[in-house]
């Protein structure tokens, strides 16, 4: 099973960002997904996840602003953050959740 992430960047803040998770090496239409991030010195956070079924949730921290979805014909999961805020500063990585596999991570760094 592989994840790889991809789409991070510097952006400033108020800015938009799209990252893409292409999964592999598992029946991705069953399981579901989910973006994490991780601050310097923090612990890693549960942004947001989606179902197989399609039903979404997210962190207070990021609601309205970040929209996660996925293109099962793609065995791919995105996240699109907008209105971007220095404190989104963080790696983030995709799951499949209630497992062990990670992607390697993509950095995204928001400019005040």
């Known amino acids: 099973v592989q994840l790889q992430a991809s789409g991070g960047g510097l952006v400033q803040a108020g800015g938009s960002l799209r990252l893409s998770c292409a999964v592999s090496g598992i029946s991705f239409s069953v399981v579901d997904m989910g973006w994490y991030r991780q601050a310097p010195g923090k612990q890693r956070e549960l942004v947001a996840r989606?179902?197989?079924?399609?039903?979404?949730n997210y962190a207070d921290s990021v609601k309205g602003r970040f929209t996660i979805s996925r293109d099962n014909a793609m065995n791919t999961v995105y996240l699109q953050m907008n209105d971007l805020k220095p404190e989104d500063t963080a790696v983030y990585y995709c799951?499949?959740?209630?497992?062990?596999?990670w992607g390697q991570g993509t950095q995204v760094t928001v400019s005040s």
């Open positions: 799951n499949i959740m209630r497992s062990g596999y």
């Open positions: 989606i179902t197989r079924g399609h039903i979404t």
